[in-house]
């Protein structure tokens, strides 16, 4: 006997799905536990691979191009995919991060840039949200939402500001919409990450030789998106408001300090 992720016959929307990173792994997932894909990105290009993907895997996935930074565009997402597919049963928001040239210091951080860190990480997810619930109730239909944060929202780190008070946000606002919705059959629970082997961040990584010495905590896209794929399905029927964080405990760590290995203790004797 097994106990399966089974999403057969529902429709999922993932936001932000390029292939390399915690959506493209998330519409994998999805596909494995039986579920129609709805891929949103803000280019054909980058939803391109995560069809094949998923496709190769024998799911279903459709893809839809807009740009989250769009405000006016956020506003016709959830009735073009009524409109197209009919029907809607969850949302995962994974599309977010630091933009390129974002990192710099509070003080001096053009309001545009703080502002358009929001847009990406926050505002779209009102947005989908609520466009989302509000299709929902009228329907008397469930929906389970997840929405991506970071442990960023946890503790502060310097040069990204703007991302971690939007990602707090994130939080927040999950633990609003849970209840307030509630009552609807409607639930919503975020995902906080820490680091993540994507594509985007080992980038980064090697770029600016940072985080030396943590690569041990960073966690695979595939454990974001399990966790992601259980609270969209009903085995986490009684889960709502909740932040999960995945980040193989990195958050736990003071000053990132780490128990040496089994193999690292080894070594040392050796070289004693
Ligand atoms: N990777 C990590 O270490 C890490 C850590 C904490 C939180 N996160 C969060 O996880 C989420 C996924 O990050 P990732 O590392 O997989 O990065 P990623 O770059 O692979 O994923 C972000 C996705 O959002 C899409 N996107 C960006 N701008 C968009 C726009 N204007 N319109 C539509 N789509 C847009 C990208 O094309 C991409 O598919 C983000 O919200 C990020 O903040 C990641």
Redesign the pocket.
């Given at each position: 006997m097994t106990l399966a992720i089974d999403l057969t016959g529902r429709t999922i929307l993932v936001?932000?799905?390029?292939r390399?990173?915690?959506?493209?792994a998330t519409c994998r997932q999805l596909a494995k536990a039986g579920a129609t894909i709805i891929a949103?990105?803000?280019?054909e290009a980058?939803i391109a691979p995560t069809v094949e993907d998923v496709e190769a895997l024998g799911g279903t996935i459709h893809p839809m191009v807009?740009?989250?930074?769009d405000k006016a565009a956020c506003e016709t997402v959830i009735a073009k995919v009524f409109d197209r597919f009919g029907t809607l049963h969850g949302m995962a928001n994974?599309?977010?991060?630091?933009r390129e040239g974002e990192w710099m210091p509070l003080d001096e951080t053009p309001t545009d840039s703080f502002w358009q860190t929001f847009q990406?990480?926050l505002g779209y997810i009102f947005t989908l949200c609520r466009d989302a619930a509000k299709t929902w109730i009228a329907r008397e239909e469930r929906g389970a939402l997840v929405n991506?944060?970071?442990?960023?929202s946890l503790t502060s780190a310097p040069w990204h500001g703007p991302?971690g008070a939007a990602?707090s946000g994130i939080t927040a606002l999950t633990r609003t919409m849970a209840n307030e919705w509630h009552e609807f059959g409607i639930r919503a629970n975020s995902v906080?990450?820490?680091?993540?082997y994507?594509?985007?961040?080992m980038t980064r990584v090697a770029s600016e030789n940072v985080v030396q010495g943590s690569e041990q905590n960073f966690a695979m896209?595939e454990e974001?998106a399990n966790a992601i794929v259980f609270l969209l399905s009903d085995l986490a029927s009684g889960i709502s408001g909740q932040s999960l964080t995945v980040d193989r405990s990195l958050s736990t760590k003071f000053c990132a300090g780490a128990r040496k290995s089994r193999k690292q203790l080894e070594a040392e004797k050796q070289e004693a």
């Amino acid at each position: 006997m097994t106990l399966a992720i089974d999403l057969t016959g529902r429709t999922i929307l993932v936001c932000g799905v390029a292939r390399g990173g915690i959506g493209g792994a998330t519409c994998r997932q999805l596909a494995k536990a039986g579920a129609t894909i709805i891929a949103l990105d803000k280019d054909e290009a980058l939803i391109a691979p995560t069809v094949e993907d998923v496709e190769a895997l024998g799911g279903t996935i459709h893809p839809m191009v807009v740009d989250l930074m769009d405000k006016a565009a956020c506003e016709t997402v959830i009735a073009k995919v009524f409109d197209r597919f009919g029907t809607l049963h969850g949302m995962a928001n994974v599309a977010g991060g630091t933009r390129e040239g974002e990192w710099m210091p509070l003080d001096e951080t053009p309001t545009d840039s703080f502002w358009q860190t929001f847009q990406l990480n926050l505002g779209y997810i009102f947005t989908l949200c609520r466009d989302a619930a509000k299709t929902w109730i009228a329907r008397e239909e469930r929906g389970a939402l997840v929405n991506v944060s970071s442990v960023s929202s946890l503790t502060s780190a310097p040069w990204h500001g703007p991302y971690g008070a939007a990602k707090s946000g994130i939080t927040a606002l999950t633990r609003t919409m849970a209840n307030e919705w509630h009552e609807f059959g409607i639930r919503a629970n975020s995902v906080l990450p820490g680091a993540v082997y994507t594509e985007r961040v080992m980038t980064r990584v090697a770029s600016e030789n940072v985080v030396q010495g943590s690569e041990q905590n960073f966690a695979m896209p595939e454990e974001l998106a399990n966790a992601i794929v259980f609270l969209l399905s009903d085995l986490a029927s009684g889960i709502s408001g909740q932040s999960l964080t995945v980040d193989r405990s990195l958050s736990t760590k003071f000053c990132a300090g780490a128990r040496k290995s089994r193999k690292q203790l080894e070594a040392e004797k050796q070289e004693a």
